[in-house]
């Protein structure tokens, strides 16, 4: 379950409801869902940061859970189950159980910028109170929170934690096989390593890494199957040049973000209707949205 490829596909929303934020079309992610699974995906994340986790209540979040497991049939599904406290965090984790999830999503989160220390509680608190598999989220970048080698050799030794979604590695292979490297031996050697960061997503499986978790395989899914099947295989000029065929998308995360980019993207493809980012995050418009057209013409028909 914790190796190939992982699509974090967005969540769609029907449009502004009472928060003037959208609310989720759970047929439309059915849809969605169903389209991965076709794809050929390994995996499914539901609700991490690109499903906009942080912007939905429980109850919503409860729902496209309960979507997704059903939507993937056999296929694993691991719900994401970031809260800003532990007796919210539990409640998800809860909620995950119930829809059916293979496994949990669980980031460091925090207003106020989490210690070490507790850190290390909250993954104690949640390995003990779930029999699912527990994925490591380690995110500085929307968390605060920068896992050192120290903190993840502990959590790495906890019960039923089996994988970690890792920040990117370096572009240049032999650098980032260095870095896995180092990782593996922090961990147990039944933790599964996996790359977040699409840029990254190629050199990462050819350093080393199990997983690609990945946001563009939300909406393009067999180009990013076919970039990690290559590197399963070693064929690493193969994945690397698949991978490079998609600079100009990888730009777009650089100067937009990979949230605000994918959606855009999955917009101008037809694959969600309306937009589906939740305010007060807004969708890319003018110059930018041209800058989106512009790298879809340039990487060609996809999927």
């Not at 995996?43 to 939507?71: D, E, F, W």
């Not at 600079?247 to 855009?264: C, E, K, M, N």
């Amino acid at each position: 379950m914790f190796s190939g490829l992982s699509a974090f596909p967005l969540t769609p929303f029907t449009g502004a409801g009472p928060d003037r934020g959208g609310v989720p079309d759970l047929d439309a992610y059915a849809r969605l869902i169903n389209h991965l699974v076709r794809s050929g995906v390994d995996s499914i994340g539901a609700l991490g940061s690109t499903g906009g986790y942080a912007y939905l209540n429980r109850a919503q979040r409860r729902s496209l859970a309960r979507t997704a497991s059903v939507a993937a049939g056999a296929k694993p599904v691991i719900v994401g189950v970031g809260a800003l406290t532990t007796r919210d965090m539990l409640g998800h984790v809860a909620d995950a159980e119930d829809a059916g999830a293979a496994g949990v999503l669980v980031p460091a989160l925090g207003y106020q910028p989490l210690r070490a220390a507790e850190v290390v509680a909250l993954f104690e608190q949640v390995t003990s109170e779930t029999d699912l598999p527990v994925v490591v989220y380690d995110n500085p970048g929307t968390t605060g929170f920068t896992f050192t080698r120290e903190v993840l050799t502990e959590i790495a030794a906890m019960p039923k934690v089996v994988s970690v979604k890792i920040p990117p590695v370096s572009a240049e292979v032999q650098q980032a096989c260095a870095q896995v490297t180092d990782l593996r031996d922090a961990v147990s050697r039944y933790v599964a390593l996996g790359i977040s960061g699409d840029r990254a997503g190629a050199c990462g499986l050819l350093a080393g890494c199990d997983t690609w978790y990945s946001v563009l395989a939300g909406v393009f899914p067999r180009t990013c199957a076919a970039i990690t099947r290559a590197a399963q295989a070693g064929d690493g000029e193969q994945a690397l040049a698949l991978s490079a065929e998609l600079d100009p998308i990888w730009d777009l995360y650089d100067r937009f973000g990979s949230y605000r980019t994918v959606s855009a993207i999955a917009d101008e493809i037809g694959l969600v209707r309306p937009e589906s980012l939740h305010r007060p995050v807004l969708p890319l418009a003018g110059d930018e949205r041209e800058a989106v057209r512009a790298a879809l013409q340039a990487v060609g028909p996809r999927d």
